[in-house]
């Protein structure tokens, strides 16, 4: 009966959503509830929707998004921790009609790889990078991050982050906005339907301000790590909202070279 | 009409790498390689070929810049000097573990440390047993003149991409400063995209419809897979053992005793030897051209010859290793060096092939 | 033909370059040539020397132990390279700043006053194209035409106006030299 049903249902005519092409059938290997997977997506359906999947190479970080390239169904580079922008750098230097993006966890983009993210964000280089904050080291086992909040529990802050002892959580997006090289930064979330279009939308400004080389575009994307912060799917994302949006807020911080009056 | 220039071999190869067709250079200034990056800027090759070339912010950023260059299929160089060569190392191993075609200089300076800015060859193990983490080799060539510096960075691309392998220039102070006539072969063109794609169809240039995605990593996560790629990687290795062997010698055919010397020291080497004949001491020099491979068969062979040899380094002692694995211990070999930025005189190095050898 | 040569004197008194126009003109002749500075810290403000070589066959080592001349610019580089002289070998120095002149009976030596003779010119700068020029009598290895090729190869376009005060200074020198 029910078999029926569903036959009868799954016909092309009642299709309202398909998985993009330019995402590989490989199963996520990203935590039940974790937002790389969503992040992932959104940027593969910019990419599909804009018809540049074979103009598009993205570079892969170190960290849990170690592996995007397996499910990201572009040409990839994987960089070594925290050089991706450095790596990106040359790609559209070398290639400047491309479409050139990084995808970086907090440790690669504000810790190891801080020099190679503010250099390559002055000098205004012409691709995007995708920061994904969620505050902790979430493959090496939940150790502290530059982005941990203050009195946040994480392997390596077992009592929470003493910003005396341990030092203050780096607002790194905030930090590049101000540099002249920046053209469009932004802070987003993709845990709500709402979120996920308001990031869409940001994406797709990232990838079309390439072609006019106007300079670099960071996306920033607040997100949860359940496993890490040792949370429930939906506990991590109240969690968030509660305490890292307070800290990281969401929207626009710097849009056409300029940046936005709070 | 043969086109001669009085250059300095940092400048040669320089001119060089633009006219072997280079897409594009990465650097970072540092003492005594500054004048590859300097000269570079100053001919603006943007103009003159397209090529790209950026002063990075670190000589980590510039190895990785290499990177992202070199999994595109592009002909990309980097130069630095030992302390920034030693930063890169990182870098150098992706290389080899991507399997990515890169050139790297090392323009040799005293260690360790920050050292001296004055030559050295201090750097050899560094070079040609790795260097950075994991099973992996360079190909390493010596310059021993300006000329070849200019040479070697066609060569150098040549081989890169022959075997999709980094490979290093290992010069130093002296050949990087000293100024020697060039004769400077013809501007190559730089390959298009489209050959790019047709020649290395392994590149990172986009998805087309026709392909499966192309991904340059070094993760493999799978042991059995790592340890298969670690073959792949080892015979690679031995190809160039069997096939890029490459080294000079001077005076061997009547030698009893011999030096073998690279690079600047091989110079060097060249005078002792006319002072040591002058003196009746038969003497010749051996000269490997590349470091890995090491010219190995030929030292065994001159090991038959020979009464002793003598490994002439500016260091505590390092190639004399890979001569005494060469020679099997049948034959006196010892290891004159001088450090910190102190190039042997010729006689000098005639006394201690007398003291250490001959007499010894 | 070899001749080996070590320039020396403080840093600013044109010693590399003045080696580096010596060895262009060897290369307009065709002949092999090096050029090995002493480089780093000590140019700046200190002693600077260059070993020039050129030869008709393949040059060996750049650097070397004993010179066939040693054209000496100050104290401090006499100290230190007269006795590095091959025996039978020259010696050129501008006695301008010398407190120890040199003892050595079994090399040639040679005075020309060019500091004073720049200064007569009117300009300073060339000092060391009167210093190549008391060389170049002394010992002619490259015809005056190849040196001036060499001058036009080693100075920018931007100072090729200069030549001729160049060519005028080193005629000075071969003019000036005091056995």
Redo the contacts between chains.
């Keep these: 009966m029910a078999e029926a049903f569903a036959n009868e249902l799954i016909k092309k005519e009642n299709l309202v959503y398909e998985k993009t092409k330019v995402l590989t059938d490989k199963t996520l290997s990203y935590c039940p509830g974790c937002g790389h997977g969503t992040a992932h997506r959104i940027i593969m359906e910019v990419i599909d929707e804009m018809g540049v999947q074979s103009e598009t190479i993205g570079i892969a970080p170190v960290g849990c998004s170690v592996l995007a390239y397996e499910f990201m169904n572009i040409d990839m580079q994987q960089a070594a921790h925290g050089r991706a922008p450095a790596i990106a750098t040359a790609l559209k230097r070398l290639m400047p009609k491309k479409y050139i993006f990084t995808y970086q966890g907090d440790g690669d983009l504000a810790a190891i790889g801080t020099a190679e993210t503010i250099h390559a964000c002055n000098r205004g280089e012409h691709f995007t990078i995708f920061f994904i904050n969620n505050g902790i080291y979430g493959m090496t086992g939940g150790q502290m991050a530059p982005t941990t909040l203050p009195g946040m529990r994480t392997s390596t802050s077992p009592y929470g982050r003493d910003v005396q002892m341990m030092g203050n959580p780096l607002k790194i997006t905030e930090l590049v906005a101000q540099l002249p090289g920046a053209y469009y930064v932004t802070r987003q979330a993709v845990h709500t339907p709402s979120n996920v279009r308001k990031t869409k939308r940001a994406v797709r400004k990232a990838f079309e301000l390439q072609q006019s080389a106007v300079g670099i575009s960071l996306i920033e994307i607040v997100s949860n790590c359940n496993s890490g912060w040792k949370m429930t799917p939906r506990q991590a994302n109240t969690w968030m909202e509660e305490n890292m949006f307070p800290f990281y807020p969401l929207g626009d911080i710097k849009v056409d070279g300029e940046l936005v009056k709070k | 009409m043969k086109e001669?220039?009085?250059m300095k071999g940092n400048e040669a190869i320089a001119e060089a790498a633009i006219r072997a067709g280079a897409?594009?250079y990465?650097g970072y200034p540092i003492?005594?390689q500054s004048e590859v990056l300097e000269y570079l800027m100053s001919e603006k090759p943007h103009e003159r070929t397209g090529m790209?070339v950026?002063q990075?912010?670190?000589e980590?950023?510039?190895i990785?810049?290499?990177?992202?260059?070199a999994?595109?299929g592009?002909r990309?160089m980097t130069s630095s000097s030992s302390p920034g060569i030693s930063l890169k190392q990182?870098?150098i191993s992706?290389l080899a573990g991507?399997q990515l075609p890169g050139l790297i200089l090392n323009v040799t300076r005293g260690g360790p440390g920050l050292g001296t800015?004055?030559p050295s060859q201090a750097d050899y193990f560094q070079a040609t047993k790795g260097g950075g983490h994991g099973d992996y080799k360079l190909l390493v060539l010596a310059p021993s003149s300006v000329q070849e510096m200019a040479d070697f960075a066609k060569l150098g691309f040549e081989l890169a991409f022959k075997y999709r392998n980094p490979v290093m220039i290992l010069s130093d102070?002296?050949i990087g400063?000293?100024?020697?006539?060039v004769e400077m072969f013809p501007q190559q063109a730089r390959l298009t995209?489209e050959e790019i794609i047709k020649k290395y169809p392994w590149v990172?240039?986009?998805?087309?419809?026709d392909r499966e995605?192309?991904?340059?990593?070094?993760?493999i996560l799978d042991p059995a897979e790592q340890e298969r790629h670690n073959f792949r990687l080892q015979k690679k290795y031995k190809d160039m053992q069997e096939n890029e062997v490459r080294f000079e010698t001077f005076d061997c055919d009547d030698a009893e005793y011999l030096f073998v010397a690279f690079g600047?020291t091989a110079?060097?080497?060249?005078?002792?030897?006319?002072l040591a004949r002058k003196k009746g001491i038969k003497v010749g020099l051996l000269r490997p051209i590349t470091l890995f491979p090491f010219p190995s068969k030929i030292i065994e062979k001159l090991a038959h010859q020979v009464k002793g040899i003598l490994s002439v380094e500016m260091n505590a002692g390092q190639m004399v290793e890979d001569v005494r694995l060469a020679v099997g211990g049948d034959i006196k070999v010892d290891h004159f060096g001088r450090m910190g930025g102190i190039?042997p005189?010729?006689?000098?190095i005639v006394t201690a092939l007398k003291n250490k050898i001959i007499g010894g | 033909m070899t001749e080996e040569i070590i320039i020396a004197g403080f840093g600013g008194q044109g010693v590399l370059s003045m080696g580096k126009i010596l060895a262009y003109s060897g290369i307009m002749q065709d002949q092999e040539v090096s050029w090995m500075p002493s480089y780093g810290p000590e140019m700046r403000g200190g002693t600077a020397n260059v070993t020039v070589i050129i030869s008709d066959e393949r040059v060996s080592s750049p650097i070397l132990n004993e010179y066939d001349t040693a054209i000496i610019l100050n104290q401090q580089s006499m100290d230190k390279f007269e006795g590095t002289i091959k025996p039978g070998g020259t010696l050129l120095y501008d006695p301008n700043g010398i407190t120890r002149h040199p003892e050595r009976k079994d090399i040639n030596i040679y005075q020309v006053t060019a500091a004073e003779k720049a200064a007569e010119m009117g300009n300073t700068k060339i000092f060391n194209m009167v210093v190549l020029g008391a060389y170049l009598k002394i010992k002619p290895i490259v015809k005056m035409e190849n040196v001036i090729k060499g001058l036009k190869k080693s100075l920018p376009d931007r100072y090729h106006h200069l030549i001729a005060l160049n060519e005028e200074a080193i005629t000075m020198g071969m003019n000036s030299v005091i056995e």
């Design positions: 001669l220039r009085l897409d594009a990465f003492t005594p790209v950026l990075a912010e670190s980590i950023a510039a990785n810049m290499v990177y992202g260059g999994a595109a592009r990309v990182e870098g992706y991507s800015i004055q102070g002296m400063q000293m100024m020697e006539k995209e990172t240039t986009g998805k087309t419809p995605r192309n991904i340059i990593t070094s993760l600047s110079r060097i080497c060249q005078k002792s030897v006319q190039i005189m010729p006689d000098e």
